[in-house]
């Protein structure tokens, strides 16, 4: 008879535990709120990028530069997409992996050519492919973040046309590093743990952290391209 209490103690925690949960999820949707950026995350991809929100099969790939799967990912993704332009857009949000040291270097030099000449973005993101060995962690291990600063400006000056002093003050430019948190913060929120991640029209592709050959990638956006453009409009009777 001495135990018969528990039960209402039980589920006066349980009731506990549900408020606590509760109040920390508002706390995250308002600081969420208080934290939406000016504009939408990541680099629009070729002639395509105008109809991304239009009638467009919209790709969202995080990738990582210093990252071998995205290395990989890469060519068969953007040959998949040119094949199927305008009627597939792509963007591409970087996401800097915490074991690749010098991620988040490579990341904001992204958008610190995009800064100086948005046509460089993508041959400085392929630069960073063709160059990973140069940026890898056993490469840089006795290397300064200003060290990296210098020589990622060295090679992104041939990508961008501007001198690489020129490039090298956008890693003193808050707003770079400030965008570059926020592609991390974003990936996170749509749940990305790992490089690369794609979303077809919002959803997540299988396999992430993988690769996609391009065969996959026919599989997956030829029968959405081949539906005459018509949209599906969802929900129509709510």
Not at 106 to 111: D, F
Not at 219 to 231: A, C, K, T, W, Y
Request: hydrophobic fraction near 45%; charged fraction near 15%; aromatic fraction near 14%.
């Amino acid at each position: 008879m001495a135990r018969a209490p528990r039960a209402p103690l039980l589920r006066r925690l349980l009731l506990l535990a549900a408020l606590a949960a509760c109040c920390s999820y508002y706390l995250l949707v308002l600081h969420a709120q208080a934290s939406v950026p000016p504009r939408y995350d990541g680099f629009a991809y070729g002639a395509g990028a105008a109809a991304a929100w239009k009638d467009a099969v919209l790709v969202e790939a995080f990738l990582d530069p210093l990252c071998p799967d995205s290395r990989d990912a890469w060519q068969p993704l953007k040959l998949a997409v040119e094949r199927y332009a305008p009627r597939v857009s792509l963007i591409v949000h970087p996401f800097p992996l915490p074991y690749h040291t010098y991620a988040f270097y490579a990341c904001r030099a992204l958008y610190i050519a995009n800064k100086l000449n948005s046509s460089s973005t993508y041959p400085l993101l392929e630069l960073f492919f063709e160059n990973q060995e140069k940026f890898s962690n056993s490469a840089t291990s006795s290397l300064s973040g200003p060290a990296i600063a210098v020589e990622m400006s060295k090679m992104a000056a041939h990508a961008v046309g501007n001198s690489a002093s020129e490039f090298l003050s956008g890693f003193s430019d808050s707003r770079t590093d400030s965008a570059t948190r926020v592609s991390f913060k974003y990936g996170c929120t749509r749940g990305v743990f790992g490089a690369p991640f794609f979303f077809v029209n919002g959803f997540l592709q299988p396999g992430g952290g993988s690769p996609i050959d391009y065969s996959s990638w026919i599989g997956i956006l030829d029968p959405l391209v081949s539906q005459n453009g018509e949209r599906i409009e969802m929900f129509t009777s709510l």
